[in-house]
């Protein structure tokens, strides 16, 4: 843009001799400083992330000594969730078998249909999820897992050790799926 | 003829208002705008569907990295200084009990936490520490801890966070959870990236008619 000259016409007349200096204008075309005003503010507001951490929160039972002071859960509302490494997740429902034939293998995609068909099913007040993390799997899948129940709306569920049988079962199935992609 | 003639303007507006207005909103970004405080130990937390902005004060924070190293922070400086006295005089450690407060972590076993804290600050590099021994469940070092932050706050409940990497396996988060259950803290929160429920779900739905959801 053009700046508005100012010094241009009628100038005092000075005396004779005296040279006339040029008068040079004093203002200045601010426009790209308004543009680059802007621009950093866009670049702030832009960079600037809002999001604040959140917290789930994650209630403990008190360790109950006397096994009348536990909680009983009615065999068929249960459902027992199994973490394995490399996120995998396996799952059984109600008791396990002798011969394991209702452990069944999922991910962690595809549970959550598992857990809503089975919510489904089940009075809700029967419904529990037990929740036996392996010491393969990763604090990432706890909380996943974790996520899932606030997810799919489920109240009871609780975090339980693993057992030997199960550890095993969960080692073995995980080897049988490892040999079974190399063949 | 009996046209008016229009006087022409000029098309140069004056910038110097504007100009005014965009730095003057650049300086209020500038000075409003919070860093985040850099953090001492690198932790990527996991996501989750949490919508509950996570307490900043009066803090108590478990960090756990992605080897299963454990680390302990404060907020509170009087709280701190009660704890660094009772170190001090049960189990004679002869620490530093200014250097204590001013820690922004702790991650040595009992033993070495003299010399941990004789460290400078900026030496006290996260994932070269030791970490607060908690594999062994015979000698969990958390435990004297938790007790230790439970004499300190004096049946005040400080706000517990497990601030937990990603990568960190299963039984070193176990071992927290078995410290915390020892000293009768039942109640914590795990520091999560927000995410929004996934559509189709029964928290969706509830979250579609507008029922409140309760964490």
Redesign the interface.
Known sequence: ????DTSSGGGHKKGPGVKKGKKLSTRV???P??DL??L??TF??FT?TM?????????????ADKPEDQNKAKESGVITLL?GKDNNVFYYEGQLDNSASNFKSSNFHDI?EVL?SK?QRTPEKDMVVVIK????????????I??EM????LKRYA?V?ISNVEAQLVAKSEENAAAAVKN | MGRAKLPRKSTVIDMTAMCDVAFLLLSFFILTTKFKPSEAIAVTTPKSVAAKVAPTKDIVMIILDKDGKVFLTMDDESVKEVMANTLNSTKNLGLNVNAFKKAQFFGAPFGQLASFLALPEDQRKGNLNPGIPVKDSSNNELVAWMSLVANAYQGKKPNLLLKGDNLAKYPAFKSVIDAFKKNDFLKFQMVTNPESAPVGTDLWKQSQSGEKRED
């Open positions: 843009m053009s700046e508005m075309d601010l426009t400083m308004v005003g802007f950093l503010i702030f507001i600037t999001s604040q951490a959140t917290a789930m929160r994650l209630f403990l039972p008190k360790d973490l959550r809503m919510k993390p392996s010491d393969e799997c990763s604090y990432k899948n706890v909380v996943d974790l996520d606030t997810i799919n709306v975090l050790d």
